[in-house]
């Protein structure tokens, strides 16, 4: 019975349901916004609306994996003891990525301040919000479900490309609220997915070395985090992003330690 009822298709069947959830949750948030209700409120329905993927995974899951549970596939992908080296080495990447963008936002923008943020408890705030969101709410369906599935019968690499394509589409209803119209939009949308797309090899490669999903959850916050802190140009922001890690993830792909993105492991 359970052979029959599980599905043929699981990772057709994941994004398409993240993005039937998703799409009226963001709605909801931009109503939300829309009729001036408060900020705090808006806050709520956004983090709900970036779980969409968690909520799809785990709807699908006793069709895709009939007979497991739910709770124990997800407290696996936390059980690997951490690496010291391989946070020290993503968080060290992702700070000189971040320590480089001020230094360019200093160099070509005319802003007063280069934060964003000035004071602890809004910096402390805008944490908790990209960790409880984004980070946490997108990585056990996109990449402890999607990306490892997909691992078994592509390289990683490739697997890192197909799960990033259809990431960055889940997007899309995002590009269109950042005001952007004409070139701009289309330049937004270009840098969005280069930006994205390096970042997920990123991910794969350090999440390939320990197998803990605290490592791309980590990797995705910092990115949030790190862009939000900075008082620049939206475009210019996703412009340096995308190069940056673009750089990085070109070396991970030549370098590719422990045949982490490539070849036999």
Known sequence: MNKEKKLKKPITSFVVLTNIIFWPLFCLAGAIKMLEFPAWLFDVAFIIAAWSSTFAFA????????????????????KNKLKLSVLVAAVSIQTFIFVITLFLVAKNSEVGSMFAISSW????????LQLVSGAMGEELGWRGFAQ???QKRHSPLKASIIIGFWWGLWHLPL???????????????????IALF???????????LNHN??????????FNFFIGLING?????ILYSAIL??????????VNPKNVLYGTR
Not at 59 to 78: H, M, T, V
Not at 198 to 208: E, G, L, Q, S
Not at 245 to 254: C, E, F, M, Q, S
């Open 213 to 222: 999903l605290v490592v791309p959850i980590m990797i995705h916050q910092l």
């Open 148 to 150: 490892m599935e997909l």
């Open 245 to 254: 890690y673009a750089v990085v993830a070109v070396i991970l792909i030549v």
């Open 59 to 78: 709807i699908l899951f006793k069709r895709i994996y009939p007979g497991e549970s739910f709770i124990q596939f997800a407290k696996n992908k936390f």
């Open 175 to 193: 590009w269109f609220t950042t005001g952007y119209m004409g070139m701009d939009l289309i330049k937004y949308i270009i840098f969005f997915m």
């Open 198 to 208: 390096a970042t997920k090899i990123v991910m794969t490669a350090f999440y390939n």
């Open 121 to 128: 408890g809004v910096l402390s705030y805008h944490f908790f």
């Open 233 to 237: 140009n939206l475009l210019d922001l």
